[in-house]
């Protein structure tokens, strides 16, 4: 879950990492106030979580209160980088001499978190790393051991800053990583991290992601991990029933049970010429199909839709009867596709068939029907 | 396969009490596999579709010598129990469950590492090795068929999809085997591609990747670099899938410009790698190149 820089700022301003004074505001009267009691020139900075908003002209400048309360209005309500803006930052300008980089990350492939710091902060660090290299330090964390003081001041002594700059510096890290245990983020992104012309260490912008398999451990985020505002409004439904979707712009609807099936559904619809309208990986069980089911045919774009189920665990009998069930009580009247595999499938089949449902046992012949009906419903 | 399962391989069931544990321990039996004992805490002296029941994982270790766990445990529980298996002295642990937090996972991976313990998973389902009948996983059991045919793959479902392919074109598999939709997990391509090198039961590999980090990428700059000496035929999903959404598997996300179908699909096709454009395609393109 990723979190709004002023949720992330929030959180570093409570573990002692300085970050500039700054207050979020929803309202332009709101931003105006808040610029007021900072005072002298402000930034406001558009709340989005994608990344490359400067660019995109969601950080804007202002002189005094009025402008702040001018800018804001304009850009709350906006979209930007295909986000709509609800809120926006209200903070000091700093007098930045220097800009740094640092992040804490999990590295994938070394199975380990990675801490990269750079003095050449400010722009994107993949830009770093193609145009100076050499201006990127890289340190993985042994999880036993963790991230002491020395280890960060060995790392950034490899920048060759000067003392001051890898004893402040080195200070950060090594709260950050213990931020990042405690809240369980999968990433920390200081960019820039802005030394002033005061000889402060200020972290100008920060992006902070929570792994969402952690969200149990932190009744805080409860709340807050079932409203993201990346979320559209059917994913927003499908977190509160606990499914895994995705809305895709097509007009089939699809349930799956397990990724790696489910993505492979979607591609293989498109392949053959139909129009995916979403990802749905449910687990086989027979609640979970109802709501699954039910759940699609809200979908107003949906003109059919199609169970794909590969059983293992998951019983065909036990879904076929689900899938009928549903059909009867709600007297949905859009059209259904079925694919059943694995374990009792020729119960299911003779269930789903019973019911006049179409139902069939190859993937490709399955979904080249559900493409068919669809296309039909169409064309009606 | 060595350092995989063997005839040596004797199983413990981590969370075998619960339904999960239960049904999966029944299933394993049924299909051929050892399963010694199973350790649920408080359980002990218990038994499951006649497997002994521990509190411990060192009892089960100690008197029954299982060298191989599976684990059914919830996710808030499963760095215990992984920790405890490693220390037990278990040589493989398997992982099936999904939500393992991340840091627990760098954790135990961790410390598996240094004690020499191979992980697979977390939110994998396991592996089986028709030609010895034994499976320390979720599949089902009849889609598969001995054979010469290795699968790799970070996906279940889609996995046994595949599996059942190359059972119909006769092929048959020696090892299948699932490392999981995390993040981060255990055992990987490269690692796994390793292994069925050196198998010589297996004559060509089935590597199913899908979007989210570079793992693919790196698989087929090994492949490259080692002038990898056995066919591999490679299969991506998550093709269609959105930038910045999670696809199910908390792995399976696009970051910006990484991770993407394309790039996984150009980095196999430059290590002359054949990717298939639909999963039947796999088994179609491995019967041309071994059968």
Redesign the interface.
């Given at each position: 879950m990723k979190l709004f820089e002023y949720e992330a700022k929030l959180i570093l301003k409570q573990r002692g990492i300085p970050v500039p004074r700054s207050e979020n505001a929803t309202t332009p009267q709101q931003a105006e106030q808040a610029a007021q009691q900072i005072g002298g020139a402000v930034v406001i900075k558009s709340q989005i979580l994608?990344?490359g908003r400067g660019k995109a002209g969601g950080i804007k400048f202002a002189d005094d209160a009025a402008a702040a309360g001018k800018v804001a209005a304009e850009l709350l309500g906006s979209t930007i980088k295909d986000c709509r803006v609800n809120s926006v930052l209200i903070e000091e300008k700093l007098d930045i001499v220097k800009q740094f980089y640092v992040s804490i990350a999990?590295d994938?492939?070394a199975?380990?978190?990675v801490v990269l710091a750079s003095t050449s902060g400010g722009i994107d660090i993949?830009e770093i790393a193609r145009t100076a290299p050499e201006k990127i330090t890289r340190q993985w964390i042994?999880?036993?051991a963790g991230l002491q003081k020395a280890d960060a001041e060995k790392m950034l002594s490899r920048l060759r800053s000067d003392e001051d700059t890898v004893k402040h510096f080195a200070a950060i890290i090594t709260e950050l990583y213990k931020t990042l245990?405690d809240y369980?983020a999968?990433l920390i992104e200081l960019n820039p991290l802005a030394r002033t012309s005061a000889g402060e260490f200020i972290a100008a912008d920060a992006r902070l992601i929570i792994?969402?398999?952690?969200i149990?451990?932190h009744p805080e985020f409860k709340e807050r991990s079932l409203a993201r505002p990346?979320d559209t409004p059917m994913e927003k439904e499908a977190r509160k029933l606990g499914f895994?979707y995705?809305d895709?712009d097509g007009n089939i609807g699809i349930i799956?049970?397990?990724?790696?099936?489910?993505?492979?559904t979607?591609?293989?619809v498109?392949?053959m010429g139909g129009k995916?309208g979403n990802?749905l990986?449910v687990t086989g069980s027979g609640s979970n199909i109802k709501k699954g089911i039910l759940f699609l045919m809200s979908k107003p774009e949906n003109k059919a839709v199609f169970i794909n189920i590969?059983?293992?665990?998951t019983r065909c009998d036990v879904v076929a009867k689900a899938v009928t069930e549903t059909l009867r009580e709600s007297g949905a009247n859009k059209a259904v596709v079925a694919r059943l595999?694995?374990?009792n499938e020729e119960e299911g089949a003779r269930i789903l068939k019973e019911a006049g449902i179409e139902c069939y046992r190859d993937?490709?012949e399955a979904v080249a029907a559900a493409v068919r009906t669809a296309a039909g419903v169409e064309q009606k | 396969m060595r350092n995989l399962l063997t005839q040596d391989t004797r199983v413990v069931v981590q969370g075998i009490t619960g339904t999960?544990g239960r049904?999966?321990t029944a299933a394993m039996v049924r299909y051929g596999t050892k399963v010694v004992a199973g350790v649920t805490p408080g359980k002990g002296g218990q038994e499951v579709e006649g497997v002994p029941v521990y509190n411990t994982m060192a009892e089960a270790v100690q008197l029954q010598k299982a060298n191989t766990s599976i684990v059914y445990v919830p996710?808030?529980f499963v760095g215990k129990a992984a920790f405890e298996a490693i220390n037990a002295g278990i040589k493989t642990l398997v992982i099936i469950t999904d939500?393992?937090?991340?840091?627990d996972?760098?954790?135990f991976?961790?410390?598996a590492?240094k004690k020499g313990v191979i992980v697979v998973g977390p939110n994998c389902?396991g592996l089986i090795d028709p030609r010895l009948r034994m499976k320390v996983g979720?599949?089902?059991g009849h889609?598969y068929t001995p054979g010469t045919v290795g699968i790799v793959?970070?996906?279940?479902?889609?996995?046994?999809?595949i599996s059942?392919y190359i059972t119909q074109t006769g092929l048959g598999q020696s090892t299948c085997i699932g490392i999981g939709?995390?993040?981060?997990?255990?055992l990987?391509y490269i690692q796994m591609l390793e292994m069925f090198r050196n198998d010589p039961g297996t004559k060509g590999v089935i590597l199913?990747g899908?979007?989210g980090?570079?793992?693919e990428e790196?698989a087929a700059d090994y492949i490259k670099r080692t002038k990898y000496p056995k066919p591999v035929v490679a299969?991506i999903?998550?093709?269609?899938?959105?930038p910045?959404?999670?696809?199910?598997?908390?792995?399976?996300i696009i970051m910006?410009n990484s991770g993407t179908a394309k790039s996984k699909t150009a980095a196999f096709n430059s290590a002359g790698v054949r990717v298939a454009?639909?999963?039947?395609d796999t088994a179609r393109i491995m019967k041309e190149l071994i059968g």
């Amino acid at each position: 879950m990723k979190l709004f820089e002023y949720e992330a700022k929030l959180i570093l301003k409570q573990r002692g990492i300085p970050v500039p004074r700054s207050e979020n505001a929803t309202t332009p009267q709101q931003a105006e106030q808040a610029a007021q009691q900072i005072g002298g020139a402000v930034v406001i900075k558009s709340q989005i979580l994608v990344s490359g908003r400067g660019k995109a002209g969601g950080i804007k400048f202002a002189d005094d209160a009025a402008a702040a309360g001018k800018v804001a209005a304009e850009l709350l309500g906006s979209t930007i980088k295909d986000c709509r803006v609800n809120s926006v930052l209200i903070e000091e300008k700093l007098d930045i001499v220097k800009q740094f980089y640092v992040s804490i990350a999990v590295d994938r492939l070394a199975k380990k978190y990675v801490v990269l710091a750079s003095t050449s902060g400010g722009i994107d660090i993949e830009e770093i790393a193609r145009t100076a290299p050499e201006k990127i330090t890289r340190q993985w964390i042994d999880p036993t051991a963790g991230l002491q003081k020395a280890d960060a001041e060995k790392m950034l002594s490899r920048l060759r800053s000067d003392e001051d700059t890898v004893k402040h510096f080195a200070a950060i890290i090594t709260e950050l990583y213990k931020t990042l245990l405690d809240y369980d983020a999968e990433l920390i992104e200081l960019n820039p991290l802005a030394r002033t012309s005061a000889g402060e260490f200020i972290a100008a912008d920060a992006r902070l992601i929570i792994d969402d398999n952690a969200i149990f451990r932190h009744p805080e985020f409860k709340e807050r991990s079932l409203a993201r505002p990346d979320d559209t409004p059917m994913e927003k439904e499908a977190r509160k029933l606990g499914f895994s979707y995705v809305d895709l712009d097509g007009n089939i609807g699809i349930i799956g049970n397990g990724a790696g099936l489910m993505m492979a559904t979607v591609d293989l619809v498109q392949t053959m010429g139909g129009k995916p309208g979403n990802f749905l990986d449910v687990t086989g069980s027979g609640s979970n199909i109802k709501k699954g089911i039910l759940f699609l045919m809200s979908k107003p774009e949906n003109k059919a839709v199609f169970i794909n189920i590969f059983g293992g665990i998951t019983r065909c009998d036990v879904v076929a009867k689900a899938v009928t069930e549903t059909l009867r009580e709600s007297g949905a009247n859009k059209a259904v596709v079925a694919r059943l595999m694995g374990t009792n499938e020729e119960e299911g089949a003779r269930i789903l068939k019973e019911a006049g449902i179409e139902c069939y046992r190859d993937l490709e012949e399955a979904v080249a029907a559900a493409v068919r009906t669809a296309a039909g419903v169409e064309q009606k | 396969m060595r350092n995989l399962l063997t005839q040596d391989t004797r199983v413990v069931v981590q969370g075998i009490t619960g339904t999960e544990g239960r049904l999966q321990t029944a299933a394993m039996v049924r299909y051929g596999t050892k399963v010694v004992a199973g350790v649920t805490p408080g359980k002990g002296g218990q038994e499951v579709e006649g497997v002994p029941v521990y509190n411990t994982m060192a009892e089960a270790v100690q008197l029954q010598k299982a060298n191989t766990s599976i684990v059914y445990v919830p996710g808030a529980f499963v760095g215990k129990a992984a920790f405890e298996a490693i220390n037990a002295g278990i040589k493989t642990l398997v992982i099936i469950t999904d939500g393992v937090p991340q840091k627990d996972s760098i954790g135990f991976i961790d410390h598996a590492a240094k004690k020499g313990v191979i992980v697979v998973g977390p939110n994998c389902p396991g592996l089986i090795d028709p030609r010895l009948r034994m499976k320390v996983g979720i599949m089902a059991g009849h889609i598969y068929t001995p054979g010469t045919v290795g699968i790799v793959s970070r996906s279940g479902t889609l996995t046994y999809e595949i599996s059942w392919y190359i059972t119909q074109t006769g092929l048959g598999q020696s090892t299948c085997i699932g490392i999981g939709g995390d993040p981060v997990v255990g055992l990987d391509y490269i690692q796994m591609l390793e292994m069925f090198r050196n198998d010589p039961g297996t004559k060509g590999v089935i590597l199913i990747g899908e979007i989210g980090g570079n793992a693919e990428e790196l698989a087929a700059d090994y492949i490259k670099r080692t002038k990898y000496p056995k066919p591999v035929v490679a299969y991506i999903a998550g093709r269609m899938a959105p930038p910045g959404k999670r696809m199910g598997h908390a792995g399976a996300i696009i970051m910006g410009n990484s991770g993407t179908a394309k790039s996984k699909t150009a980095a196999f096709n430059s290590a002359g790698v054949r990717v298939a454009e639909k999963p039947r395609d796999t088994a179609r393109i491995m019967k041309e190149l071994i059968g």
